[in-house]
């Protein structure tokens, strides 16, 4: 099967790892072009992986050798860059946020109804290792009928101070990490979302965005799914907590062991009902007092580090796509509703002087 020819445009913090994670992966890839305003940028990354370098966003899109263009500029440019990358004939890996504005949510439903196959979502962190060992654990029924999601991102206590933080620039948690949470917790709600509530602040940053970010999801099956983003969480809690109706399973913010505690597969619950009387001095409150537990702390596969494996396992399903004609695990609908979520969250929270 052919290579897939590949060049990235934003070459920053994430657009470098993305160069470097293709390059690796000479089997699938060839990184043909890169795409820098800054030219020293471009001529760095030239220098250690070799391709073709460019200053100007259409000059890069008019280059015939690349056939997939990853979009890793900033924020507020993401929607207009893939309509730009699609109209001129690339496969498009869009980062996220994949938008912004309302604006944004409307040109993307355009570009996927538009350009069908063509316009993928980096909505990368889907494919974390414990994310997807907890799925699984889930899906084998271990801790039952899922209730509760808790997912947490708490950053160290921290004053962040770039771009991210400002909402000219598109910036704020909501926009940063809001996308990998919501994609997650959408996945495991497992039902379209029949409610949302949401409470923004701004507790450390220098800038004029939101820093801590609380979102409540309930679907259409009474699940459940808080979600915290915070930089102002000096404790931090776990990064994931499951409720089911026989166990329950959590991991830390470090993502390398998952904590289990469930009843034996082979418990059955006896017959029991709530009585209406008054009940004896000595009695305690609840029927079953020896519910056979048990109890396991298992390492998360592949025990590698998270941030590589995420770009990885991306690169991998994004090759599977594109030459096996598999399905993508972010849908198109999976990404925009993260983007509708979103938008229903700043309606929510107008103390926030929002763009678009
Ligand atoms: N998926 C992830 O895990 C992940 C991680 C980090 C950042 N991101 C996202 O990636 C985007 C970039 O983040 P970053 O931290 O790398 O930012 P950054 O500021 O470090 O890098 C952005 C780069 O894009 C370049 N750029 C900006 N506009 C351009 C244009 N029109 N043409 C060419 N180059 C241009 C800048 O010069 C800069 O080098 C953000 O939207 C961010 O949310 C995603």
């Known amino acids: 099967m052919t290579k897939v020819n590949v060049g990235v445009c934003g070459l920053g913090r994430i657009g470098v790892k993305h160069c470097r994670c293709l390059a690796q992966d ?47 500029t900033r924020s507020l440019d993401h929607a207009r860059h893939a309509g730009q990358a699609l109209a001129a004939g690339k496969t498009v890996l869009l980062e996220k946020p994949i938008g912004v504005t309302a604006e944004d949510y409307r040109i993307l439903q355009q570009l996927v109804r538009r350009y069908p196959g063509r316009l993928f979502f980096g909505h990368n962190h889907r494919f974390e290792p414990a994310f997807e060992n907890a799925r699984a654990f889930v899906a084998q029924g271990l801790i039952g009928n899922l209730h509760v999601i808790k997912l947490r991102k708490h950053h160290a206590f921290m004053r962040r101070n770039d771009w991210q933080m400002r909402l000219d620039c598109g910036g704020g948690q909501l926009s ?4 990998h949470l919501l994609d997650q917790g959408l996945q495991l709600l497992g039902a379209p979302v029949r409610e949302v509530q949401s409470h923004l602040r701004r507790i450390l940053t220098p800038g ?149």
């Open 26 to 72: 000479r089997e699938h890839y060839a990184l043909t072009a890169l795409c820098d305003l800054d030219g020293a940028r471009v001529a760095a990354m030239q220098a250690e992986l070799g391709g073709r370098g460019y200053d100007d966003l259409d000059a890069f899109l008019a280059d015939p050798g690349t056939e997939l263009v990853i979009l890793a």
């Open 176 to 179: 940063v990490w809001g996308p």
């Open 208 to 356: 004029d965005a939101d820093d801590h970010v609380h979102i409540t999801l309930v679907g259409a099956n009474d699940r459940i799914a808080i979600i915290e983003i915070s930089n102002a969480a000096a404790l931090p809690e776990a990064y994931c907590t499951l409720y089911g109706d026989r166990g329950a399973l959590s991991y830390g913010q470090d993502q390398k062991t998952i904590r289990l505690k469930f009843l034996d597969p082979r418990f059955r619950w006896p017959e029991a009902a709530a009585e209406a009387g008054t009940p004896a001095l000595t009695q305690g409150m609840a029927a079953d007092r020896e519910l056979p537990w048990i109890e396991e702390t298992r390492t998360v596969e592949p025990a590698t580090s998270l941030w590589d494996q995420v770009e990885i396992e991306m690169a991998r399903h994004l090759y599977n796509a594109l030459r096996r004609n598999l399905p993508f695990p972010v849908s198109s609908a999976d990404a925009l509703e993260v983007v509708r979520i979103t938008e229903i969250v700043k309606q929510q929270n107008p103390r926030f002087p929002w763009i678009g």
